[in-house]
């Protein structure tokens, strides 16, 4: 598949159950947020597309033994895949197991256009808690914030608020980390006190109401660019302006 740029989703959801329906809802509400996709494919050891005739079937029947297997667009030079993992309890906030959905696209002006319907798509089809969309460099970036052990740094190399493991925060409502585009169920949302009209004008500005209630809200105009030293200060200001982030509030 190919290897250019890449944008990167994932929401965290309850874990799947069996009979469950979310993975076809999801395929679905990828096809209908983007005009022209077709999550028809699974792909083959070798990495090449595999036509699923059935696909909704096929679906079901992975979710009758709690999977959801990758699926994919068919098209090798424009990759689009989405799959579903389970984070176990003892890894996972509140000690609940999770369904991590994960989405990978490629970082072009067609996606970017389409990112806020695609996150909103998959998270409210997966009845997610939170979630996000980022480009390639978030995951080092996230590494870097995390706090492994009681001496870690106070900061992040970048300047940025070191965050707890997940399965130290208290519930699955609280969001890990801030992402480029971010997803927030009712719950997360109440979790951080969002929104705040005194406080929260700016990104209300750039956030829309979900049908469940929810927020897909923007931290910055353009993806995530760490190197930018305005988008790490956007960054900054939103950890500080959320302090339940990450589990910061419970220190």
């Given at each position: 598949?190919?290897?250019?740029?890449?944008?990167h989703?994932?929401?965290?959801?309850?874990?799947?159950?069996?009979?469950?329906?979310?993975?076809?809802?999801?395929?679905?509400?990828?096809?209908?947020?983007?005009?022209?996709?077709?999550?028809?494919?699974?792909?083959?050891?070798?990495?090449?597309?595999?036509a699923?005739?059935?696909?909704?079937?096929?679906?079901?029947?992975?979710?009758?033994?709690?999977k959801?297997?990758?699926?994919?667009n068919?098209?090798?030079?424009?990759?689009?895949t989405?799959?579903?993992?389970?984070t176990?309890?003892?890894?996972?906030?509140?000690?609940?197991?999770?369904?991590?959905?994960?989405?990978?696209?490629?970082?072009?002006?067609?996606?970017?256009?389409?990112?806020?319907?695609?996150l909103?798509?998959?998270?409210?089809?997966?009845?997610?808690?939170?979630?996000?969309?980022?480009?390639?460099?978030?995951?080092?970036?996230?590494?870097?914030?995390?706090?492994r052990s009681?001496?870690?740094?106070?900061?992040?190399?970048?300047?940025?608020?070191?965050?707890?493991?997940?399965?130290?925060?208290?519930?699955?409502?609280?969001?890990?980390?801030?992402?480029?585009?971010?997803?927030?169920?009712?719950?997360?949302?109440?979790?951080?006190?969002?929104?705040?009209?005194?406080?929260?004008?700016?990104?209300?500005?750039?956030?829309?109401?979900?049908?469940?209630?929810?927020?897909?809200?923007?931290?910055?105009?353009?993806?995530?660019?760490?190197?930018?030293?305005?988008?790490?200060?956007?960054?900054?200001?939103?950890?500080?302006?959320?302090?339940?982030?990450g589990?910061r509030d419970?220190?």
């Open positions: 598949m190919t290897t250019r740029s890449r944008l989703l994932t929401v965290y959801a309850p874990a799947m159950g069996q009979d469950d329906n979310r993975s076809v809802a999801v395929a679905r509400g990828m096809e209908l947020a983007l005009a022209g996709l077709s999550m028809a494919w699974r792909l083959s050891k070798e990495g090449h597309p595999i699923l005739p059935q696909r909704d079937a096929w679906l079901a029947e992975a979710a009758t033994r709690r959801f297997p990758m699926l994919c068919g098209d090798e030079s424009y990759a689009i989405v799959s579903g993992l389970e176990p309890a003892s890894q996972a906030p509140g000690a609940r197991p999770l369904l991590d959905v994960h989405a990978s696209l490629p970082l072009d002006a067609r996606i970017i256009e389409h990112a806020v319907p695609l909103m798509a998959i998270a409210e089809r997966a009845h997610a808690y939170w979630g996000h969309m980022s480009e390639d460099a978030f995951g080092l970036e996230i590494s870097e914030q995390l706090r009681a001496d870690a740094p106070n900061v992040s190399p970048r300047g940025l608020p070191m965050l707890e493991m997940p399965e130290h925060l208290r519930s699955p409502a609280i969001p890990h980390f801030l992402g480029w585009l971010n997803y927030w169920s009712e719950a997360a949302a109440q979790a951080i006190g969002f929104p705040d009209a005194a406080r929260d004008s700016e990104l209300l500005s750039r956030s829309r109401r979900t049908p469940s209630g929810g927020w897909v809200v923007q931290l910055t105009e353009a993806p995530l660019d760490y190197g930018n030293p305005e988008h790490i200060e956007a960054l900054r200001r939103a950890y500080e302006r959320f302090p339940a982030i589990g419970s220190r």
